[in-house]
Structures are given as C-alpha cells and as structure tokens.
C-alpha cells in the first residue's frame, strides 16, 4: 500500500454508478414506494410530479417503483447467470484443463460447437425448449454463458498444470481435486474476475435483449427489458417511459464495464 | 535399502516417435546418504528423479524397471499409496524458487500443506511445526516469513522456504532438482551447508542433482554421471575426480572454472 496511490478513476466512477443502479435496485427487492402490479386509470401515463418522480406508464403504475423492481430482476438474471457459468465453467474448464488428453478434447470439441453459435441465439433456443419465464430465462442464458467461462479457466489451468508449485503440491501428497480446487483455483480469481465483469454485462443485455423480444420475463413483473418493450407503443407521446429503463440499463453496464477496465 | 532402482527407461510417446530420454539407470541408495547425479541440460537427470518421486504422470511417459521405495513399488502401485509417501516418506525441491511457491498463498499455509494431508495436527501444533522447520532452514524471522506471501520474499530465501516445506514431515528421502542453479554464489554455499546439516541431524537421504561438480564434490560421496539418457560414470567422488575413467567425466571436470592466481 504505497502513499502516493494514485487515484483510480475508472474503480471510482465505475463504483458510484453501480452503486447508482444497484442500490435502488436491492431496495427494490424488498420495497417499493407504489405497488407495482396495481393498475390505476386515473393516472394512465401522469406526468412526473411529487408523487410520482418519473410519472407513471401506460396501466398507471409507478414508474419509479417498476424501475426498481426491473432492475432488481435484471440484477438477480445477471447476477445468476454468471453464477451459473462461472461454477460449471470452472468445474468443467478445470478437469479438462488439468488432465489434458482424450477427456480435454471430448469437452474442448463440444464446447467448440457451442461456441459457434451466438450465445443470445442459444439461450433463444433453451428458452424455446424450457418455455419462457424468469427462471427458465435464467438457466438459457447461465447455460449459453458456461463454453466461454470455460475456456478461460481451461487456458489458466493448462499453463498451470506444468508450473513448479503444482508439482509441489502434488509431491506434499496433494489429490487431484486438493490440487485442482485449493491450490490452482486461487490463481485463476485474477483473469475470472474481469470475466465475471464482463459476462454480467453480457448477461444483463442479453436478458434485456430477450425480455425485450417478448420472450424473457413476462408480465406483469418488471424488468429492464421488458419495461423498453412495453414502451415502444408510447415511444413518441411518453419518451420518458423507454428514457428510465434504458438510462438505468446504460448506466448499470456502464459503471461495471468501468470496474472490469479498472487500472492493473 | 532405502531405494532401489533398477533397469530404470524413460520414454515419451507425444510425439510420432516414441523418443527415450533415460536408459537402463540404476541406483542404490541406503538411508542417511547423499548421491549427485550430475550431467548436461538434457541428459535425463531430472527425469530419473521425477520418476523417482512418483511425479511423472502415467499416460505421456511409459516407463520400464522397477524403482523400490521403502519396499513400495514406486511405478506399478496404487496411486493412493504413492500419495501416501509424497510429501511423507519422499520430497522434493525444485530448481527455480521463484515459481515453485504458490504466488497467492502465504509462506505458513504451504510449508503446512503436508502436515494438513499426512497428519492430524491441531491447527496450533501445525503452525508450531511450521515455524520450527522454518527456523530451522535458518530463516531469521521465522514469524514474519510465515505471513510472508512469496513475492515478499529474496530467491535464497524462497529455496530455504522450498526446503522447510519439503522437510516438515522429515521425509527419508529428499530429491533436490538443482536446487542451487537459480540463486547466486554465496547463497548457493550456505544452501548447500543446510542440506548438509539437514542430512546430518535428520538422517534424510540426500539425492542432489546438479550439473555443477564443484557442489557435487562438496557435498556427496558417491556421484552418477549422466549423459544422454545413460549413466556413463559412477562411484566415489574423489575417485572420479582424480581418475576419471570416460572421456566426457574429464571434460566436465575440467570445465569447472579455476582461479587463475598469477597475475603478476
């Protein structure tokens, strides 16, 4: 820890804008100033008053309370998905590239094959054969994410496979999976953790770009994708029904993108 | 008889052909000894040794003859019981201090690693072991050392660390891969009087690797030479060095640097 640090802009901006969406969006998972389900006609797209800070949208529901229960479910999908792909990527990306040989080719060539389709074009799949919802649209895109998480951590484990300090363990009498999981896997946190970054971006686009396509989360819950689908219709009377949950969207992949390019 | 080894060959069969890099190499070794192994980069040195600690794995390097390890089988038994003698019964040092640690744990944890697998020590009487050996490889703060993380720490200090590790369990037999090749002059000096010292106090069989003949004469009584895969020369130090009987033995001792003192 030097004195004269210098002062991370990227680590800084990037913290307060996720703090930005990720606040509100855990406080709305837990609370929200309006219901978000109930419909009320009188305010039918209200402009935004004291009330309502960004007025309300087409069935008269808050706007401020949808952004935060969108977002909250937004969150959750990215922040799942990349669980997903980080735990059976780093299982599978481990073995194979631990033990190397028949068993890394077999797993390398059939992640090679899912890796030769878009991941979002993947999930449509999984999302057509499991049907549509928040769960299922979790599991598509945690499933579509594992081949890449998979192939970086395969890369760490083949380089260190051959390193002197595995050799050691090994010789302290260390198992394959003591070797693998206790002494190799602290050394792959650094490469992951910007992957992890990144693939949260991607999870959370990807979910936004489903939800948006009609085939993501359903209504009447909230998420951000579903709430820029549900204000194509009013794009032009009500821009701010589109602006809300998209500046809250840019502004979550923003400040976590800056996290991810933080300085070494 | 501590180790037997007999008609020992190493061949590797990554390649379309297959390629021997040891022939027919036998070794005695009785506890409390020191043997050298010396020879040029490439003469199957390290190899012997590897397949003497058990570390060469079973599916990219056949290998014919029999080591005997403390009446173990070392090639043909079970891979649980080798487990059970590394780290135990047999260790290793490696050449290059600066990657035979593992770069994200701290000095403590892995000198304890093979204390954590072959015993069932408390946590306090592990950590009380730990700073003992490390003490006793004369580290000048053992305490500080052991919540050290390797990069915190010089080479020569590195390979002292390399060695508590390796002797926490006081093995019957250490291997050390030129465990001096990597460190400076005057550490190389003391190194070599610790192994000696480590040798003398806990009667741990010593097989020292090296190219350098000067350490080898230091050190050991009996010497094999090594080249190209066959051991050409073998038996008393002193008596190779006087009366070396093949040509290559001469050309290597006579290419040890002399001090020239004449300088007028």
């Excluded at chain 1, 073995?95 to 080719?105: A, F, I, K, S």
């Excluded at chain 2, 089988?73 to 019964?89: A, H, K, V």
């Excluded at chain 2, 050190?219 to 008596?239: A, H």
């Amino acid at each position: 820890m030097g004195k004269n640090r210098r002062y991370d802009f990227n680590l800084i901006l990037g913290s307060i804008l996720t703090a930005i969406t990720t606040v509100p969006a855990l406080i709305g998972m837990i609370w929200t100033p309006y219901d978000t389900h109930t419909m009320n006609n009188s305010l039918k797209l209200a402009k935004a008053s004291l009330m309502h800070p960004f007025g309300c949208d087409n069935f008269g529901r808050d706007l401020l309370s949808r952004v935060m229960e969108g977002s909250a479910t937004t969150l959750l999908i990215g922040l799942g998905t990349v669980f997903i792909g980080v735990v059976i990527g780093t299982f599978i990306g481990a073995l194979t590239g631990y033990y190397g040989g028949l068993v890394d080719d077999i797993f390398m060539r059939f992640n090679d094959v899912m890796f030769s389709f878009p991941s979002l074009l993947l999930a449509l799949v999984f999302v057509a054969v499991m049907g549509s919802g928040k769960i299922q649209l979790l599991f598509a895109l945690g499933i579509a994410f594992i081949p890449s998480y998979v192939r970086i951590v395969r890369a760490e484990y083949v380089r260190a496979r051959n390193m002197d300090y595995v050799k050691s363990a090994k010789l302290a009498g260390a198992s394959d999976m003591r070797v693998m999981f206790v002494h190799i896997l602290p050394n792959t946190f650094k490469i992951l953790l910007n992957s992890v970054l990144i693939g949260f971006n991607n999870a959370v686009l990807a979910e936004a770009g489903l939800s948006f396509l009609g085939i993501g989360v359903q209504p009447p819950d909230a998420s951000l994708g579903r709430m820029l689908s549900d204000a194509q219709t009013y794009l032009f009377n009500r821009p701010g029904l589109a602006i809300v949950p998209g500046v809250t969207l840019i502004i979550m992949v923003l400040g976590i993108s800056l996290l991810g390019k933080r300085e070494k | 008889m501590l180790l037997h080894v007999e008609d020992l060959n190493i061949e590797f069969h990554d390649h379309i052909v297959p390629e021997t890099v040891v022939y027919d190499f036998d070794l005695d070794m009785d506890e409390g000894e020191i043997v050298g192994l010396v020879g040029e980069s490439g003469s199957g040195k390290s190899m012997s040794a590897l397949a003497i600690a058990g570390l060469l794995s079973r599916h990219d390097a056949k290998k014919r003859g029999s080591i005997i390890f403390m009446g173990e089988d070392i090639l043909n038994c079970p891979r649980e019981t080798l487990r059970g003698l590394q780290g135990d019964e047999i260790s290793m040092i490696f050449q290059e201090p600066m990657t035979s640690l593992n770069p994200v744990k701290k000095i403590g944890w892995q000198v304890e690693e093979a204390m954590r697998i072959h015993t069932d020590k408390t946590p306090e009487e592990r950590k009380k072991r730990a700073l003992e050996v490390l003490r006793s490889v004369e580290l000048n703060d053992p305490e500080r050392v052991y919540n050290s993380y390797p990069h915190q720490l010089s080479g020569g200090m590195r390979q002292r660390v390399m060695i508590a590790a390796a002797m926490v369990n006081t093995p019957k037999l250490l291997i050390a891969d030129e465990p001096t090749t990597a460190l400076d002059v005057t550490v190389q000096a003391e190194v070599v009087k610790l192994l000696k010292r480590i040798n003398r106090e806990e009667n741990t069989a010593i097989l020292f690797i090296s190219h350098d003949l000067s350490l080898i004469r230091q050190l050991c009584k009996r010497v094999l030479v090594m080249k190209g895969g066959y051991v050409v020369e073998s038996g008393d130090v002193e008596k190779i060095f006087v009366n070396p009987e093949k040509d290559y033995t001469k050309r290597l001792i006579d290419s040890i640097p002399k001090v020239i003192l004449d300088r007028d």
